[in-house]
């Protein structure tokens, strides 16, 4: 259940004016994002999810963009689309409504933090404070408790016409989760994804999908990068190579996003249930160093992605154990080491046979069985579950065809 609270507020002469420029970069970020959906044609704008995805850019481009907390300026483009199709209802009921205008200052009177960025303290008296990421401490008229049992999902502070605060705390309290219906997931229907090394993904039936080849896009971006640290630092060629440095990135980010979805979108549609091994766990067990940060983000990003479409597709996804997923062997179980340039799963003890992702993509796919408590069908032993042949796509045919699977079926929206 969902809920606000609100509460009179008496920001400093400080702090307000704080919030009076924080609210107008949200302002001209939600201006710029109806600019964007009106006039920039790309795949990552279209619905605030996506949108998301452009604010990196925004803050290479203007950096007035990095001065508010980040998750709220996210809010402030989810708001744009809430707006968008609060309209689009309306239009639908028959009413006559034009479209969404640029918001003056007058227009745009408050911002939301969302999920973090904000507590609350002292909260035994009748006043409380509010702390706000960026902007500091507020103090609030406390006249109401909110309830132990609620969460703080999000805070809006608003600015009324008549100069004075208010803050609103959007409060949830858990309904009953969903009791999940495993047993009628369907095994032959479930896949383990082993993320790549060598290949970007490896199936547990047997699909790899190649890595996104970027070298001429790196190239590109070194020769545009080598040629601002030639530029005089503040000229205007300097600004212009520095823009043409971030069109760059950015062509590189959208084209590595748009490969992620088209991936993961396929994983969701096309599977019940959908194992890959937990990130956090795995970092943790090998402590990765700083040269694989960047792709440690980005596979973090395809889960986000995966578990997020996972729900629009009524789709199971579950991260399991990546402890010694590599190393075991997938029909019986005995653990042999393996150093990275082997390739073959040869297992010493039961003489099991297979490629190393496959082994490794087979055991993420049994880990989610028993993470579910579902047992592994004994009339599906490893061997015929395995597919004896890899099917191997490359990254081409996955961007124009946005999908891994040969015959595909039609396009679904996302
Ligand atoms: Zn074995």
Redesign the pocket.
Known sequence: MEYSYYYPAYPTQQVAAKLDSHIDIHRQAYNYALYEYENVDADDIGSAYNHHYRLPDWKDEFSVFSEVNSKALQRTVTRFYQNLNGLSEQKQNGRKVGNLNWKSPGEFQSMTYSQSGFELKNTSGRNATLWLSKIGDISIRYHREIPDEADIKEVTIKKETTGGWFVSFGLETDDLPEILDVDSLNVDNSVGVDLGIRKYIHTSDGTTVDWLGLEDEYERLRREQRNLSRKDQGSNNYEKQRQTVAKVKRHIRRKVLDYQHKITTWLVREHDAVFVEDLDVKEMLEQSHNARNKQDAAWRRFITHLEYKAELYGTLVVQVEPAGTTRE?A????ETAKPIWVREHS?P????ECDRDANAAMNVLQRGFSELGLEWPEDTPVETALPTDTHSVSAKRVIETGSPTLNEATPVAE
């Open positions: 062997c029909s019986c179980g005995v297992c003890s039961c003489g099991f």
